[in-house]
């Protein structure tokens, strides 16, 4: 199943092709196509978009979208140890949870 970016991203390269270009016109074109995507993904990612932009290399939308799923996945883990942490210190503590 194509994610709603992919589709974007495809109906973009249908439209506005970067064929016939050498390869740093096509990065040029490729690092605005992928900062104008950057620029909607939430504030909380904003190191990650720097980290991104800042590379030599282009990404894909493909590798960009891995990187951004990871992220989340970290911030979720991180997220889910505090709470169970918090959870596992009140009940030591003998204090309702309501």
């Known amino acids: 199943m194509e994610t709603k970016v992919k589709s974007i991203w495809r109906e973009i390269d249908h439209y506005r092709p970067i064929?016939?270009?050498d390869t740093q016109e096509?990065?040029?074109?490729?690092?605005g196509r992928l900062y104008k995507c950057l620029m909607g993904i939430n504030l909380a990612y904003e190191t990650l978009?720097?980290?991104?932009l800042a590379r030599e290399v282009v990404l894909g939308i493909?590798?960009?979208?891995?990187?951004?799923?990871?992220?989340?996945?970290?911030?979720?883990?991180?997220?889910n140890l505090k709470?169970?942490?918090l959870h596992s210190a009140?009940?030591?503590?003998?204090?309702?949870?309501y």
């Open 19 to 21: 064929k016939n270009l």
């Open 26 to 31: 096509q990065n040029y074109i490729m690092k």
């Open 49 to 52: 978009v720097n980290q991104i």
């Open 62 to 79: 493909e590798e960009t979208n891995t990187l951004a799923r990871q992220e989340e996945n970290t911030k979720n883990l991180k997220n």
């Open 83 to 85: 709470t169970e942490m």
């Open 90 to 97: 009140l009940s030591r503590a003998k204090i309702p949870l």
